[in-house]
Structures are given as C-alpha cells and as structure tokens.
C-alpha cells in the first residue's frame, strides 16, 4: 500500500456541471470525494461557478487534466499550470493528474492519442512531468490510457508506463477500466498488467464504463454503466493494493445521481468486503 497516504479517500463520483443542482441534495456522507477537468471550472464565473464553490466546500476535490498534452510536441502551456496552480490552492484541492498521452500539436487535435512506446519517449515525457511537478510544487499522477493503435512501439504498454513512472518519479492514476478495454482491445492479460503496477505510487483509481464495438474492439466512452469484469478487476485492485480510493467517471448517458449513487455505494462495498477481510487476516 502506498506509505504516504492518500489525497482523499473512499469513492467518489467524477463532477459535471449537469450535477449543479443535484448535488446540493447528496449527503457528503454518500460521496467521498469529487473530481473535475479544471479546464472546465477555472476562472468561471456566475451560475457555475457558485456552484463549484459549494461544491469544494462540502466535498474534497481532485483535479484531472484533458489539456496539458504530456507527449505533444508543443512546449508545455506554462500559462496554464500557472493558473492551475492557482485554482488549486484557492479551493484545497487535493490532487492533480494527467493522462499519459499527447492531444495537441499546433493546435487541439480534441483527442487523446497514443505515445510512441519508446525510450526517447519515456525521456521526453519524464521530462515534461518533472517540469510540471517543478511548477505545481507537487508531485503529479499520470492516468494509463486507452488507446486502439500502437506507433513505432520499441515496448509494451506495461514496459512503458512503469518506465515513465520510474524516471518522472511521479504517481499513478489507475484506471482499472482501461487495463480492461486494453487487455481485450491488445490481446493481453489484465491480471498480469494490474499485478506489475506500483502500489507505493497508486494516487487513487478510476472505473467507468464503455461500448462494445466488436467482440475484439471496445471503445472507452464513460457513457455507459461499469460492466461486471471491470467490477472483478476492481476487486482484484483492492486484494493487491487495499482500499484504494476509487472515482466513477461518467461523461455523457448521464443518469440521475441517484443512479450514479448506486455504482458509488457498489465501489464502496468492496472497499468494505477487503477492510473486513484485512481485519480478520490481522485478528
């Protein structure tokens, strides 16, 4: 288990500004912590804003990035790190991440696309995280990605994601639903890739659901309910690294909260089983 500690705990539920009045009726006490894309929430104002600040303030907040590019060939937009680091410290935010990939070039390509598995990569990356982490004062987690082509790969996915984690010497953000889109999109194992994972650097982990394309082609859309080998995963997840705080990302199907509330209390009863069978095991 990861020594330090944890930024937040328990489960949480990704925020969407559709959820501005139906969050005002959730018991903190049911959602343990939020997540936000900051893009979409720094220096807005008005309605939204309001509520965002409500928000941070019944709830603890992580931030995961969609813009920042860690493989892109642009430089990094200092800008708005700068103004990241900004937004952090005025609502306690506890964490931010990013996902291994790159999504500009010259311009937003509006996606998240793949990095070369390669050595020169894993040094251009670790570069560009310890340049963030040098602007933020903190360490970062970077997230394990979908994706659905390879380029020019020297190494696995596995191969590379720890050898980035090892040079950035950052965290990690965990998607279990992505080891299981991947394991089936690549053909391999999604035991063996969550087996090799770090505990010590694991930040929290993420579950969502996707769309089956094909029999052999899963696309990751966060538009649909979390599928029962994801929920096994999970549990898998937590017999290797304990209760490790877990966010329900959904970003668009977006059902009634008292829906999401229902795959929330599901994360948090496995958390329960594992504690419980923890507890027994010391006693």
């Not at 009045?21 to 894309?37: G, R």
């Not at 720094?42 to 860690?70: C, D, N, Q, W």
């Not at 191969?159 to 991947?182: K, P, R």
């Not at 096994?232 to 209760?243: E, R, S």
Request: net charge negative; proline share 5%.
């Amino acid at each position: 288990m990861r020594e330090q500690g944890y930024p937040v705990k328990g489960a949480g539920v990704g925020y969407r500004r559709c959820m501005t009045d139906s969050l005002k009726n959730v018991d903190p006490e049911q959602i343990d912590f939020l997540e936000v894309a900051p893009e979409n929430w720094i220096g807005l104002g008005g309605r939204y804003g309001k509520s965002f600040r409500e928000a941070a303030e019944r709830f603890p907040v992580m931030t995961h990035g969609l813009s920042l590019s860690l493989g892109g060939p642009s430089p990094l937009d200092l800008d708005f790190l700068n103004r990241l680091k900004g937004f952090m410290k005025e609502h306690n935010i506890r964490g931010y991440s990013e996902h291994l990939s790159y999504c500009t070039d010259d311009g937003h390509l509006y996606d998240l696309m793949p990095i070369p598995f390669t050595e020169e990569a894993v040094r251009y990356v670790a570069q560009r995280i310890r340049q963030t982490q040098d602007v933020l004062e903190q360490k970062i987690a970077v997230e394990n990605v979908s994706f659905y082509a390879t380029v020019g790969a020297e190494m696995s996915e596995k191969e590379f994601l720890l050898a980035v984690l090892d040079e950035a010497d950052c965290d990690l953000l965990l998607d279990v639903n992505n080891i299981y889109v991947n394991s089936v999109n690549h053909k391999y194992d999604a035991q063996e890739f969550l087996a090799a994972m770090p505990a010590e650097r694991i930040m929290y982990l993420h579950v969502a659901g996707h769309y089956n394309e094909a029999d052999d082609l899963i696309v990751d859309t966060h538009g649909a309910d979390v599928v029962d080998p994801v929920w096994t995963l999970l549990q898998q997840a937590y017999d290797q690294f304990g209760d490790v705080p877990t966010l329900l990302e959904r970003d668009f199907n977006i059902p009634p909260m008292a829906e999401l509330l229902v795959e929330v209390e599901q994360i948090r009863s496995y958390q329960q089983i594992w504690r419980q069978r923890n507890d027994r095991t010391v006693a």
